[in-house]
């Protein structure tokens, strides 16, 4: 596995520095196969393991350093069992010992005399190990406790969500952290090379449907959930995700144009009347359905060779606040629309450069955002904030400056 | 029409089997008949393997790792997924459900004989008060057995007055540093552990010890990842194929039996489960020996008595297995030593203890563990300290770490038994329904307390006690008892419902004794199969 290959599950697995990290704090020597096969085994830990909870997760989240395992490894000993780096712990020790080198290195130990040395430094190097673990985990369970009130909602134990375009980008990071929260996910894809290629990269245990939906042919979702015998009542999130971005294609050219507005605005157009079918209305009645609709900030204004991307996603927001307007006039149904409009963030239509990096924000975090804004009901999500504030800034200044702006950003970033 | 069909290849079914071929009868023996695969490099001892396995993670933990005991799990070992063929809890032929019992399986040639720890002992006449057949009637059978099994022990020893019937052939196991100082302890504090009624000595084992044979021990530390030479006693090796020997023996793989069809009080069919096809079959029979295993067999008989007298409790009169309770130990002495190289890896030490009680047998079976040939991950993980200490701590002490395993009696009571509550299948599927009694625990609790004494004598620490949940112990019986009544069968094993079917295996055990049963197993099927009149 490279070193840049991006971990499916970040909760459960480590990357490969901190894998080294683990292997410093037990003393024992990093080899490149044992962290494949750890790899591959924690990828597979949110399907066999229950998922950590409330402080265990806080503690769960950041970036493993020597330091923070050392103290991990103490205090989730002493106090939380379940927490997933003791699954890590165990699996590169049972690993290591499965191997003749790691073996060997593991179960060198003093012999005769120097056995009650050994152990009298073993226990004073615990005993400080523990002083600095037990303050430690004191100031986490402050910060913890500060941050209670602000910490969003992502538990999806036992619900089912649609995610359109998981293949890749945003869609891939929806689908995974819906995983890795415990939720169960339908996918779709365009066509079965994708389905192929997804399938490789997913642990044989996921709850995951895949259907293939090629959205730029009209009715293809509604028809590949109800082909799946999907009935609409078994979904708690749909998010309508796969998009579509002729780069360098005028607007006048209008078989891309109509594919476009198919993909980006006609598919949720579709879904919506099947989500909102009577027999979901009946059965569905305890649990709202979100329906979560990807646009863009570039709904705002329009932009040029780009064959209508910013028009169709104007569409989908507008639409989509009409949706809203008319589910709330009935009354019929607990049903939130929730449109979600990234400003800059690292997807595959835009090209990573240092300066686009250093201002947007992750996709896992955006896919973070989108589900506890899904569960939460939001009506709007626009990550990041200060860009947003930017583009309306920008619309207010008039046409003429944002055909100026645009057409130098563009070229700018078409030259790098 | 004397067609004979016995119903299972574990211990009690190859046993019967071998007695009625050397009746000069044919016979039939049905069986699913799961085997295992090869074992990868003969000669090389457990930790080698770690370094000649092209994957030994896969090997030990399997290709995805499902066999890696999670950090949570209070299970100290899983089988390898090389070993999984062995239980069968997962299978989709497992026909049980558990109401505190959670048992164990095995569809596979051989039967648990495939994976047994060994140890050989006879029940004596205390261990057989309460059956209907005393231990000179026995006596004949454990004598062919023990003909037919080779055993490794001491020809006399402190524990020889205790267990009568035992006649080891072979030289007594290889005995590691650890056992060795355990032993020379024993021997100094003699007399301070017989106030105890405590008696430690070398193991008797089915194992082939005897260097000029070819299937001796070869010490590799791998009884529990299956023996590449057959060391072991395994039906499978060694009875089976001495039963191929005959014309007139015939394995039949691929049949679950079901039930069994009846008319005039006898069997006249039996009703099977083809495995190739899944389809539901039928065939004429004469006489059917169960030895399915105590679990299998109790089924089998429930759902032929449901139809054949559907007016009688479809319930078994017992149900029983012997509780398990292991005490890790420290021995101090050997802290600080270097760790057997080679060693035979089930027990080589006994330690018997003598309790006089009215309701349970005097003797009760602990065996002495020193750990080899395991992986040490769930122990480390076990430990009460971060893992970067428990790692180094553990290894340290590894030479002196030690297990006392306690095997304590079960007898039929009231309550425990198998009953038939689920009819929605193709077939009945059987709940086992289980309850410790008081006066056991009482007995367990003080034994317990004592064997702990008896560690500390023999200059060990002791800590803690773990307690298998019931069903863990795999010595299951009782499911149809020698006795009175419908349920039950005669002191030969012939039924008393039907006078052509003979309950074979520990189905017809009417108490279990501590004592490791597997030679009891067959030597009892040997008396049913030499005493029925064929």
Redesign the interface.
Same mark, same amino acid.
């Given at each position: 596995m490279s070193e840049e290959a991006q971990l499916l599950f970040p909760l459960w697995q480590i990357d490969q520095q901190e894998y080294r990290a683990v292997c410093a704090?037990? +003393?024992i020597t990093p080899k490149a196969q044992v962290y494949d =096969?750890l790899s591959?085994?924690l990828a597979?830990a949110p399907f =066999?393991?229950p998922r950590p909870e409330g402080f265990s997760l806080f503690l769960a989240s950041p970036r493993l350093t020597r330091f923070r395992i050392?103290r991990l /490894?103490?205090v989730t000993?002493l106090f939380l $069992? &379940?927490h997933p780096i003791? &699954?890590v !712990?165990? +699996?590169v020790?049972?690993?290591h010992?499965? /191997?003749?080198e790691g073996?060997r290195e593991?179960?060198?130990? $003093?012999? +005769? @005399?120097?056995?009650p040395l050994? !152990?009298l430094g @073993?226990?004073s190097?615990?005993v400080w =190990?523990l002083a600095i673990s037990v303050p430690w985990l004191g100031l986490r369970l402050v910060g913890y406790g500060a941050g209670a009130p602000f910490r969003r909602k992502g538990e999806l134990t036992a619900k089912r969500i649609l995610v359109t375009g998981v293949n890749r980008g945003l869609g891939m990071d929806l689908m995974l952290h819906c995983l890795e929260q415990g939720g169960e996910v339908v996918g779709t894809v365009r066509n079965v090379q994708a389905l192929e290629e997804l399938k490789a990269r997913l642990p044989?245990q996921a709850p995951v449907m895949l259907l293939i939906a090629d959205l730029s042919r009209p009715g293809a979702l509604v028809e590949a959930l109800d082909k799946a015998q999907i009935p609409a009542a078994s979904l708690a999130i749909a998010i309508l995700n796969a998009g579509v971005k002729y780069d360098g294609e005028s607007v006048l050219s209008l078989d891309n144009l109509r594919d476009t507005f198919q993909v980006n605005f006609f598919s949720a157009a579709e879904l919506a009347p099947w989500l909102c079918a009577p027999a979901t209305q009946e059965t569905g009645a305890a649990d709202p359905v979100a329906l979560v609709l990807v646009s863009s900030m570039g709904r705002w204004h329009g932009m040029h060779y780009v064959c209508g991307y910013n028009a169709s996603k104007a569409a989908l927001s507008i639409w989509g606040e009409s949706l809203e307007m008319e589910l709330r006039q009935s009354g019929k149904r607990r049903f939130t629309v929730t449109i979600v409009e990234p400003g800059i963030f690292e997807s595959g239509m835009i090209r990573r450069t240092a300066l686009t990096r250093l201002l947007s924000v992750s996709r896992q975090d955006v896919a973070r955002r989108i589900v506890s804004a899904a569960l939460a009901g939001e009506r709007a999500l626009r990550p990041p904030v200060w860009f947003a504030l930017l583009t309306w800034a920008v619309c207010l200044a008039g046409r003429d400056f944002r055909y100026r702006l645009f057409t130098r950003a563009k070229t700018t970033v078409d030259r790098r | 029409m004397n067609r004979i069909v016995i119903v299972g290849a574990g211990v009690s079914g190859a046993h019967a089997a071998l007695t009625i071929l050397e009746r000069g009868h044919d016979v039939e023996v049905w069986d699913v008949g799961r085997e295992e695969t090869n074992f990868p490099d003969e000669g090389v001892s457990f930790h080698d393997l770690k370094s000649r396995l092209p994957d030994p993670a896969a090997y030990f933990l399997g290709p995805d790792l499902g066999g890696l005991v999670p950090p949570t799990s209070s299970e100290l070992l899983r089988y390898p997924p090389s070993r999984q063929f062995l239980a069968s809890t997962e299978d989709p032929l497992w026909s049980f459900t558990s109401d505190g019992f959670s048992a164990q399986g095995s569809f596979a040639k051989g039967g648990f004989a495939n994976g047994w720890g060994a140890n050989a002992l006879a029940f004596d006449e205390n261990d057989l008060s309460g059956w209907p057949v005393s231990f000179s009637e026995m006596e004949a059978a454990y004598k062919t057995v023990y003909e037919r099994i080779p055993v490794a022990g001491p020809r006399d020893d402190d524990l020889t007055p205790l267990l009568p019937g035992v006649h080891p052939s072979q030289p007594p196991v290889r005995l590691t540093p650890a056992d060795e100082r355990l032993l020379q302890t024993y021997q100094r504090r003699k007399r301070t552990l017989a106030k105890l009624g405590v008696k430690v000595g070398a193991a008797r084992l089915a194992v082939v010890t005897d260097p000029s044979r070819r299937d001796a021990c070869d010490y590799l530390d791998r009884c529990l990842w299956g023996c590449p030479r057959a060391s072991i006693y395994n039906p499978r090796m060694s009875t089976l194929k001495e039963c191929e020997a005959y014309s007139g023996f015939r394995y039949v793989r691929g049949r679950l039996v079901l039930s069994l069809l009846s008319g005039d009080g006898k069997i006249t069919r039996i009703r099977y489960l083809d495995t190739a096809t899944d389809q539901i079959r039928e065939e004429p029979c004469g006489a059917v020996f169960l030895a399915a295993g105590a679990l299998q067999t109790g089924a089998i008989f429930l759902r032929t008595l449901k139809a054949a007298q559907p007016d009688i409790s479809a319930q078994t009169e017992g149900l029983m297995d012997t509780s398990v309770v292991r005490i890790p130990f420290v021995q101090l002495r050997g802290v600080g030593q270097p760790p057997a190289a080679r060693s035979f890896q089930f027990n080589r030490l006994i330690l018997g203890m003598i309790t006089e009680t009215a309701l349970w047998p005097r003797y009760l079976h602990g065996e002495l563990l020193h750990l080899t040939g395991l992986l040490y991950y769930p122990l480390i993980e076990r430990l009460p300290f971060d893992s970067r200490l428990s790692k180094k701590l553990f290894f340290a002490i590894r030479s002196a770490l030690g297990a006392a395993t306690f095997f304590f009696p079960d007898r039929i009571t009231s309550g425990n038994h198998q009953a038939i509550t689920d009819h929605s299948g193709r077939w009945e599927k059987i709940q086992l329904r289980y309850r410790e009694t008081e006066d056991k625990e009482n007995y367990i609790l003080q034994s317990v307390s004592r064997a702990r004494s008896a560690l500390r004598r023999l200059a060990c620490v002791p800590r803690g006690a773990v307690r298998s949940p019931p069903g863990a112990g795999i010595h299951y019986a009782g499911t149809v008892p020698m006795g009175e009544g419908p349920k039950r069968c005669g002191p030969t094993g012939r039924s008393n419902l039907f006078s052509n079917l003979y309950i074979a295996d520990g189905a017809a055990f009417p108490s279990l004794p501590s004592k490791s049963i597997t030679m009891s197993l067959a030597a009892h099927a040997t008396r049913v199969a030499r005493s029925a009149p064929l």
């Open positions: 704090h037990l +003393g =096969r591959a085994y597979n =066999r393991f050392a /490894d103490m000993k $069992p &379940h003791r &699954h !712990l165990n +699996g020790i049972a690993l010992e499965c /191997d003749a073996y593991m179960s060198a130990a $003093p012999a +005769g @005399w120097a056995v050994s !152990l @073993w226990m190097g615990f =190990r044989a | -």
